[in-house]
């Protein structure tokens, strides 16, 4: 039997790589498209992937406002919110999100598979929402992924 000892890698902040990648998100589903984002976001497809750090990679999500939703959800989801004042509930549907602010909708749902903490925080500001195919990091080089590809 080899004796080798073998090291455990935990990176930080000074060791970790991070890339630039593009995701179309023209007709894919809100779910499937936000958990892999997450995933990316995070750094779990990374061979060194450490919890506590933001070890994950930019992302840069073009055609926002392209994204599909299944069945009637479009119209018979709701989401709630609070404003603080009585009588101050708010509801609306993904259908007027999308109207008003494309980027939005992707932006909750990724975020709601983020960890709810400050490093949650900080790993969503790596996130990068269009709604059209244009994008202004073109200077950084991002590969282009599919999300099958991860």
Request: proline share 6%; charged share 25%.
């Amino acid at each position: 039997m080899d004796t080798q000892s073998y090291k455990t890698v935990s990176l930080h902040k000074e060791t970790v790589n991070k890339e630039w990648v593009v995701i179309d998100a023209t007709d894919l589903a809100l779910g499937r498209l936000a958990s892999r984002v997450a995933l990316v976001l995070r750094g779990k497809t990374k061979p060194g992937f450490t919890p506590n750090v933001d070890c994950g990679d930019n992302v840069i999500v073009v055609n926002a406002e392209k994204v599909a939703l299944g069945g009637k959800k479009m119209t018979d989801r709701v989401y709630t919110r609070y404003t603080g004042y009585p009588g101050g509930q708010r509801f609306t549907t993904p259908k007027e999100i999308l109207e008003k602010r494309p980027t939005e909708l992707i932006r909750r749902a990724v975020k709601g598979m983020l960890p709810k903490n400050r490093l949650g925080s900080k790993i969503l500001g790596n996130l990068h929402i269009y709604a059209g195919p244009e994008h202004p990091h073109q200077a950084q080089n991002p590969k282009e992924i599919k999300l099958n590809e991860i």
